[in-house]
């Protein structure tokens, strides 16, 4: 039987990314530079900037000055743990170890149904008895499940910390127990991190991307 998520201490805000067929496209376009981007924001850098810090304190209240690992998830999470990273040294979480998963799963918006999940450099979690993973989105939940396989022990405590949770694209019962925001609606999300075929992971907030209008002709 699934187990019931854990109980969660604080509200976590929710952002909406509706399928883009329902919003006129046109409005969404920014000017981020020379070239218009085809994303709209939802939610600002300072809103994420602020999530991220009371996500690292909610963190470091239950943790304490434990060591503890921390599991990034590249490439998507790369912008986000080197946030949270520092937010947890001003909760005085000193003892960090942190160390890189790549995990491919994805094609455009397209998913591959077992991510291949590879460590990068050396182990780096051997004697670290806790570890928090770090991910940008739980979806399916697949990537989460193959971290989770890939790092579980009967004597360690796994945490999974992800910036974006969508509980309705879920396909394997995982959940995060610490979340930034979570999506409602099936709209794909970019920047801070997360891509659209490589691109807008530079962007400093978040924003849904919106499929380019069909070229006339
Ligand atoms: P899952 O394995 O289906 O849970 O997918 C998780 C991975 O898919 C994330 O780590 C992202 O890399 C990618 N992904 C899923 N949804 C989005 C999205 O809306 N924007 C960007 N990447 C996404
Ligand atoms: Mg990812």
Known sequence: MEAPP????????????????????LAFWNDVGV??????????AEMV???VAALAREIAHDMGAE????????????????????????????????TFFHASSYRGTKAWRAPVIEELG?????????????????????????????LASPTRRIEYCSLLDRPEAREVPVHPRYVGFHLRG?????????DYDGKYRELP???????PPPTAG
């Open 186 to 194: 099936p709209g794909f999300v970019v920047g801070y991190g997360l």
């Open 122 to 150: 050396d182990p780096s979690t051997d004697g670290r008895q806790t570890i928090l993973i770090i991910d940008d989105i739980v979806d399916a939940g697949h990537t989460a499940q193959a971290m989770i396989n890939r």
């Open 49 to 51: 900037r602020e999530r």
């Open 205 to 211: 907030y978040l924003a849904q991307w919106i499929p």
């Open 6 to 25: 854990p109980t969660r201490q604080l509200e976590v805000p929710e952002l909406t990314v509706p399928a883009p067929e329902a919003v006129g496209q």
């Open 67 to 98: 060591p503890l690992t921390l599991a990034v998830v590249l490439r998507g999470a790369f912008v986000f743990a080197a946030d949270l990273a520092r937010e947890l040294i001003v909760n005085k979480m000193e003892n960090l170890l942190v």
């Open 35 to 44: 070239e218009p981007v085809p994303v709209r924001e939802i939610a600002s």
